[in-house]
C-alpha cells in the first residue's frame, strides 16, 4: 500500500510565494492512503455473481459483487460496507442517491474524475450502480458501462462531533460481459477533508 503526501502538489505555488506571506501562514498536512487492485475483473455470465472485498484501513471493508444473479434482477452491480464496528454501527457508508427508475433503489453516486467528494450528503451500507433484466430494463448510475469513481465516507469517533474522511473506488463497468473492473481506492487521513476522484 502507498500512502502519499500531497505537500509536494504544492510545491512550486510555495516557491512562488513571497516569504513575508509564508511567515503568516500555517502548513496543513494531510495524506491520502491510495491501495491499487492492479485492474482485478469480478463478475460474467453465471449463475450468481463474483464478488471481492476492499479492506479500508482499519476502518471496515466495501464487499463488490458483479455479474449474473438469479435470486434478483438478471444482472447487477453493488458495493456492500460489510464491517461493523462497536455496537453494531458501520463505520463506513456508500454514497447513495435515491433511483429514479422504477425499483426506487437506492444507487451508487458515479463521480467522475476530478469531482469532489467531500459532503457526506446521503450515506447508505449499501447501493447499485446497475441492475437489469435483458430486453426489460435497465437501471442505475453505470447502466451505460464505463468508467467512474464510487464515493464513501468512514465516520470517526471522538471528534466531538460528526465528521467523515472521504475516499473513493475507481471502477469500470462492461455492460456487454456483465464484468466490473475495480482500479483500486484511495481516501484522506484527515477528518472533513475532500478528495478529488481519482486523486
Request: net charge negative; hydrophobic share 40%; no cysteine.
Amino acid at each position: 500500500m502507498q500512502t502519499e503526501s500531497r505537500l509536494h502538489r504544492y510545491a512550486v505555488a510555495a516557491a512562488s510565494v513571497p516569504l513575508a506571506t509564508l511567515a503568516t501562514t500555517q502548513s496543513v498536512v494531510a495524506d491520502i492512503v491510495y491501495e491499487s487492485t492492479e485492474g482485478l475483473t469480478i463478475g460474467s455470465f453465471g449463475a450468481i455473481p463474483d464478488y471481492t472485498v476492499l479492506s479500508i484501513g482499519d476502518y471496515g471493508a466495501i464487499q463488490l459483487a458483479a455479474g449474473h444473479n438469479s435470486a434478483g434482477p438478471e444482472y447487477l452491480f453493488r458495493a456492500v460496507a460489510v464491517s461493523d464496528s462497536k455496537g453494531g454501527e458501520r463505520p463506513i457508508g456508500m454514497m447513495v442517491n435515491f433511483s429514479s427508475g422504477s425499483s426506487k433503489v437506492l444507487e451508487l453516486q458515479r463521480f467522475a474524475a476530478g469531482d469532489l467528494i467531500g459532503s457526506a450528503g446521503s450515506l447508505n451500507k449499501s447501493g447499485i450502480g446497475v441492475s437489469g433484466k435483458d430486453e426489460v430494463f435497465v437501471e442505475g448510475p453505470f447502466a451505460e458501462g464505463g468508467s467512474g469513481y464510487l464515493g464513501f465516507a468512514i465516520e470517526m469517533e471522538g471528534v466531538g462531533e460528526e465528521a467523515y474522511r472521504y475516499g473513493w473506488i475507481g471502477v469500470a463497468w462492461d455492460p456487454s460481459t456483465f464484468e466490473l473492473t475495480i482500479d483500486g481506492f484511495a481516501y484522506e487521513t484527515d477528518a472533513g477533508v475532500g478528495i478529488a476522484a481519482g486523486a
